[in-house]
C-alpha cells in the first residue's frame, strides 16, 4: 500500500551518541559547570586524540553539556558531563566509552569532585529518524471496509495511544516488531534500540505513541514517527558475521543514517498494518490457528506433518500440548499402516478440485475454447453446529474469522461464505464452517472455486439439502464473481465435476470431457507470489478496450492453440502438445500478464528438458505448468534449487 502510494519519506540528524561522566562531592558545583564549560575545547580535543582515525572520517566528540542534579532525599548532589560523540559508521558504544574514561581525570580536576560512572547512554535523542507516508483514501479501502472508515479507524487508534499510556505501551511495542527484527538481522543491539526508544516516549508528563496519524487537507491519511536510532554498520561483530553483511548487502545501505532511516520506515510501516488491522476486521482474527500452529512446534511435530497436526488440533478445539502430542503420535501411526499421512479434514467432509488451465487463460473469458483439468490437490470442508454465530476456519490459509452482520465489514472469504448461505436459506443459521486446503492461496490453482465447491458440498451434506452437481456449480459460479469480478466459470466447473474439460462461455456454456488416452505428466512450479486473478482479469480488459483489434487477433490464436491441442492429446502427440504449450505461453505474456518469477521457471522447465512450459491461471505470478513426460524429476529438483516450490501431478 506505501509503496504504491510513494513509499516513505525520511530524515536524519547526525549520528550522535552520548557518554555520561557522573561527579560527585563537588564543592562549588555551578562554579564547576562554568569551568567545566570554559575548558571545553580542551576536554574535546583530548577525548578525540583517543580516536584520531574516527576523526579522520569525519567524526568524533562534537560538544558537550553539563548538567546539575540537586541533591534530594534520597540521592547526592551530581554534576553529569554529556559528551556528544559523532560515531559515524559505528554503533559507537566502545569508543564513547573509552572517551569518557580518557577525560574522566581531567573533569576531576575541573570540578574538584570525584568521578564516579563513566558510560554511554542509550537514550539516543541526539540520534533522531523521521519518516512519513501518505496514503490516498482510495488506497486504504480492503476486505469490504470503505477508505474514509479505515483512515478514520487509524487516526482515532493513534489518537488513543497518544493521550492514554496503557494503550501507548501496546502500541509502540508493535513498532519496535518491526524495528528490533532490522536491529536482529543487521547485528546491531535491539535491546539499546528498545530501550531508547521507550525512554524518548516517557520524555514529557506521560508515556506516549511514538507515532502520530492525521488527515492532510486533501483527505489522505498521514503518518508520521519520530524515533531514536543509533545503529551501526562496520565493527569486528557486524564483519565477523556473514549474514549480517549479506543482510546489509541485500538492504543495499551506505552509511549507519541510511540504516537507521530504513529501521525508521519499517517501524512506521508495521504501525500502520498493526492499526490498519485494528480499524478493520480486529487484529485477533486469525488468533487461534497461530496459536495451534505455536503448540504444534512445541510440542516437536516434524515439518512434513505440520500442517496435518495443526489442522486437526484446530478441529479439535482443545489446542493444548498434549492434544498435539496425541494427534501426532495417530498420525504416524496410521502413516504406517497405510503410507504417507492424510491431510484429510475429519468425517463428514465434502471436497471441491484444484485446477491447471492447459489451454485459453483470459481468452476463455470472450468466448475462446479452453482445456483445463483437475489436479489431485484439492479443498475439504465440513461443517458443524455451534452457538457462537457463524464462524469460517481455514487453518493452512489463516483465516479464523467471525462471519460479520455488517456486510461492509466483510473479507473476501466472508463475502463468499454468506452468499453461499444466503442462496441456500441458511444465513440465520448458527454454524462453524471448517475449510482443509492442499491448494496454495491464490497460485493460479483454482483455490477459491474449490473453496465455494467444498463449502457448498459440505452445508449441502450437514444439512440434508439434496443439492445436484449443477446447483453445486451454478452456486459456485456467483461465489466466484464475488472473488474475480467477472469469471469464465471454467474454475468452478472444474472444482464441481473433477474432470478434464474443454470449456466455452455461453449460455449455457460448451462443455466436453476431454479424454487422455494415456495419464501425461505435468510439473506444477509455484512462485510464491500471489497472482490477483481479478487485477489480471481487469488489466487484459482495459488491454481490449483500448485495443480491441490487436487483442481480439491474440485471443483467436489462443483458441486455435486450444483446438490444436484437444487433437495433439487424443493422438498422444506430446512433442505437438509442448511446441503448442510454449506458443501459448508467448500470447499470454503478450497479454501482460506473466511476471519475471514466472519467465524464470519457464525457462529452468524448458532448460532441463520439459516438452512445452507456460503459465497457468491468472497468472502476475500464482504457477506455470511444465509438460514432463519423461524428466519431471530433474525440473523439480532445478525448480527448487532456485529457490521455488515445484510438485509431479498426473492428468488423465
Request: proline fraction near 4%.
Amino acid at each position: 500500500t506505501a509503496r504504491a502510494a510513494g513509499g516513505f519519506e525520511t530524515e536524519a540528524t547526525d549520528p550522535i551518541l552520548m557518554g555520561q561522566v557522573q561527579v560527585v562531592d563537588v564543592p562549588r558545583p555551578s562554579q564547576a559547570r562554568r569551568k567545566v564549560l570554559q575548558h571545553k575545547e580542551e576536554i574535546l580535543n583530548l577525548a578525540n586524540s583517543l580516536h584520531p582515525r574516527l576523526v579522520a572520517r569525519g567524526g568524533g566528540a562534537v560538544d558537550l553539556e553539563v548538567v546539575l542534579h540537586p541533591a534530594t532525599a534520597e540521592s547526592v548532589e551530581m554534576l553529569v558531563v554529556h559528551l556528544l560523540v559523532d560515531t559515524r559508521d559505528a554503533m559507537g558504544a566502545n569508543l564513547v566509552n573509552t572517551m569518557c574514561e580518557g577525560v574522566a581525570s581531567y573533569i576531576e580536576s575541573l570540578t574538584g569532585g570525584r568521578v564516579f560512572l563513566r558510560i554511554l547512554s542509550n537514550l539516543t535523542d541526539r540520534s533522531l529518524i523521521r519518516a512519513r507516508m501518505r496514503i490516498p483514501v482510495s488506497a486504504l479501502t480492503v476486505n469490504g471496509f470503505d477508505g474514509e472508515q479505515v483512515r478514520d479507524g487509524i487516526i482515532i487508534a493513534g489518537q488513543f495511544a497518544s493521550i492514554d499510556p496503557y494503550r501507548a505501551a501496546t502500541h509502540n511495542k508493535g513498532i519496535m516488531n518491526g524495528i528490533d527484527a532490522v536491529a536482529l538481522a543487521t547485528g546491531n543491539d535491539w535491546r539499546a534500540i528498545e530501550a531508547g526508544a521507550h525512554a524518548y516516549a516517557a520524555r514529557g508528563n506521560h508515556y506516549t505513541s511514538l507515532t502520530r496519524w492525521y488527515r492532510d487537507d486533501d483527505g489522505a491519511l498521514v503518518g508520521e514517527i519520530e524515533i531514536p536510532l543509533k545503529v551501526g554498520i562496520v565493527g569486528g561483530s557486524l564483519q565477523s558475521n556473514p549474514t549480517v553483511r549479506l543482510n546489509l548487502k541485500l538492504l543495499k545501505v551506505e552509511t549507519a543514517t541510511e540504516l537507521a532511516q530504513v529501521m525508521g520506515a519499517v517501524g512506521l510501516a508495521q504501525n500502520f498494518a498493526a492499526l490498519r488491522a485494528l480499524a478493520t476486521e480486529g487484529i485477533q482474527q486469525g488468533h487461534m490457528t497461530l496459536h495451534a500452529r505455536s503448540v504444534a512446534s512445541a510440542a516437536g511435530v516434524p515439518a512434513e506433518l505440520f500442517d496435518t497436526v495443526v489442522e486437526r488440533l484446530v478441529a479439535s478445539g482443545e489446542i493444548k500440548v498434549w492434544k498435539a502430542e496425541e494427534i501426532l503420535s495417530e498420525v504416524r501411526m496410521t502413516a504406517s499402516a497405510n503410507g504417507p499421512a492424510p491431510t484429510d479434514a475429519p468425517e463428514e467432509e465434502a471436497a471441491g478440485h484444484g485446477k491447471i488451465i492447459l489451454f485459453g487463460e483470459h481468452a476463455v473469458v470472450y468466448g475462446s475454447r479452453a482445456i483445463a483439468a483437475p489436479v489431485p490437490l484439492a479443498v475439504r470442508a465440513r461443517v458443524t453446529d455451534t452457538n457462537r454465530g457463524i464462524w469460517v476456519v481455514m487453518p493452512r490459509w489463516g483465516v479464523e474469522q467471525r462471519l460479520h452482520e455488517d456486510p461492509r465489514k466483510r473479507s473476501s472469504i466472508e463475502k463468499t461464505a454468506a452468499l453461499i448461505l444466503e442462496q441456500l436459506g441458511l444465513i440465520d443459521k448458527q454454524m462453524r464452517i471448517e475449510v482443509f486446503s492442499e491448494i496454495p492461496r491464490a497460485m493460479g490453482l483454482g483455490g477459491s472455486a474449490a473453496v465455494a465447491v467444498a463449502i457448498i458440498r459440505a452445508l449441502d451434506l450437514h444439512f440434508k439439502l439434496g443439492l445436484s452437481d449443477d446447483e453445486v456449480n451454478t452456486l459456485a459460479f456467483e461465489a466466484e464473481k464475488v472473488a474475480h469480478g467477472t469469471p469464465s466459470g471454467i474454475d468452478n466447473t472444474v472444482a464441481t465435476f473433477g474432470r478434464p474439460l474443454l470449456y466455452r462461455t455461453g449460455t449455457p456454456p460448451e462443455i466436453e470431457e476431454v479424454e487422455f488416452p494415456k495419464p501425461l505428466r505435468f510439473v506444477i512450479g509455484i512462485t510464491g507470489k500471489e497472482s490477483l486473478t481479478a487485477k489480471m482479469v481487469a488489466r487484459v480488459r482495459e488491454a481490449h478496450e483500448k485495443n480491441r483489434a490487436v487483442i481480439d487477433r491474440v485471443f483467436r490464436g489462443i483458441d486455435a492453440l486450444a483446438g490444436q491441442a484437444l487433437n495433439a492429446i487424443k493422438r498422444y502427440d506430446l512433442e505437438r502438445l509442448g511446441n503448442l504449450m510454449n506458443v501459448c505461453h508467448g500470447l499470454l505474456n503478450s497479454l501482460q500478464v506473466s511476471s519475471w518469477e514466472i519467465e524464470e521457471l519457464v525457462q529452468i522447465a524448458r532448460e532441463n528438458g520439459a516438452l512445452g512450459a507456460k503459465l497457468t491461471g491468472g497468472g502476475g505470478g500464482g504457477s506455470m505448468i511444465a509438460l514432463c513426460p519423461e524428466n519431471a524429476e530433474r525440473v523439480i529438483r532445478a525448480m527448487k534449487a532456485a529457490g521455488y516450490q515445484a510438485m509431479e501431478v498426473t492428468i488423465g
